[in-house]
């Protein structure tokens, strides 16, 4: 009986097992953190539609003709989306997307910089 040495998995397999584990476990984390968020803004967003069927039923109910009550809803609307709040989350998602035009930008110049280096494209050949 002699004595063989245990074959390990290659580093390829470990990596992927890796990958995994932390892929799906950053995912369950990611989930029940973002649930408490999820259920809190379903309430509210139920708790919106009541007001605003309350509201809306009370305004049809006193006699408000329908441009009176449509104007109302543009204003608060406008109001809402005024807010330093709601400024403050289109900016950043402005900036969010200008970073990511950017960076996508800079990856295609790249791509078409290494694609006319290539000695293997069928253009360079001719």
Known sequence: MGWR??????RRVTR???????TVGGSLV????????LVRGMVRALELMVSGS???ATSVGSGADTWTIV???GRAVGLALVTP?????SGA???????AL??????LDSEERAAAHDPNREESRQ
């Open 54 to 56: 309350v509201w809306l």
């Open 71 to 73: 104007g109302t809803i």
């Open 5 to 10: 040495p245990r074959k390990l998995p290659s």
């Open 85 to 89: 709040k709601a400024l403050g989350v």
């Open 93 to 99: 998602l402005l900036l969010v997307g200008a970073a």
């Open 102 to 107: 950017a960076g996508l930008r800079q990856l």
């Open 16 to 22: 992927w097992v890796g990958f995994w584990i932390v």
């Open 30 to 37: 990611g989930v029940l953190v973002a649930i408490p968020f």
